[in-house]
T-cell receptor
Framework: ETGVTQSPTHLIKTRGQQVTLRCSSQ?????VSWYQQALGQGPQFIFQ???????GRGNFPPRFSGLQFPNYSSELNVNALELDDSALYLC???????????????FGQGTRLTVV | GQNIDQPTEMTATEGAIVQINCTYQ??????LFWYQQHAGEAPTFLSY????GLEEKGRFSSFLSRSKGYSYLLLKELQMKDSASYLC???????????FGAGTRLAVHP
């Protein structure tokens, strides 16, 4: 068990709807990164949050947005859902030591999103 | 560009040794991670290498050569439960994002 929890575990949404996914980071970690993993592929970096601000973004459109809260938990919001958004969404918790590379990143169990 | 390459599939026999290779090209390289992922589950952290050389953790070892952009994961005394996907990921960039390969599906048979 990593201590990183995500909710919900499974979700079915209709094309065009909006969805919010949640992540609680491991105790002592201050950074949360979100990844999208399509079936049979490796996880793709969406964005990272540190000190409640977006700290880097991958190649995802603006309809993917997020938040980080003072307790370091985080949300991923996706607007105007498309069929291709169906994937496993993973959050990873890590400790940022003033910009130094982290040496551990632990993933939550993921949210399986299906868009129909 | 940024690229991580690893074999798509491998098979091995229970009790044997298997080596999974990974080559990478990334900007701002800050280290190499290996994760294990069983079907439908989250990736589980296995190892992290930032300096050249071998890191050993029980049955699993990981090697890194920064000059060659190369890493491998070595699994010894294979067990059936080791059947999973193994993800190689490079830590890249000023804000520490993980760039993943597509994963290597390892099948361990009796």
């Amino acid at each position: 068990e990593t201590g990183v929890t995500q909710s919900p575990t499974h979700l079915i949404k209709t094309r065009g709807q909006q969805v919010t996914l949640r992540c609680s980071s491991q105790s002592g970690h201050n950074t949360v990164s979100w990844y999208q993993q399509a079936l049979g592929q490796g996880p793709q970096f969406i964005f990272q949050y540190y000190r409640e601000e977006e700290n880097g973004r991958g190649n995802f459109p603006p309809r993917f947005s997020g938040l980080q809260f003072p307790n370091y938990s985080s949300e991923l919001n996706v607007n105007a859902l498309e069929l291709d958004d169906s994937a496993l969404y993973l959050c990873a918790s890590s400790l940022d030591l003033g910009g130094l590379p982290f040496t551990e990143a632990f993933f939550g169990q993921g949210t399986r999103l299906t868009v129909v | 560009g940024q690229n991580i390459d690893q074999p798509t599939e491998m098979t091995a026999t229970e009790g044997a040794i298997v080596q999974i290779n990974c080559t990478y090209q990334t900007s701002g390289f800050n280290g190499l991670f290996w994760y294990q992922q069983h079907a439908g589950e989250a990736p589980t952290f296995l190892s992290y290498n930032v300096l050249d050389g071998l890191e050993e953790k029980g049955r699993f070892s990981s090697f890194l050569s920064r000059s060659k952009g190369y890493s491998y994961l070595l699994l010894k005394e294979l067990q059936m439960k080791d059947s999973a996907s193994y993800l190689c990921a490079a830590l890249s960039g000023g804000y520490n994002k993980l760039i993943f390969g597509a994963g290597t599906r390892l099948a361990v048979h009796p």
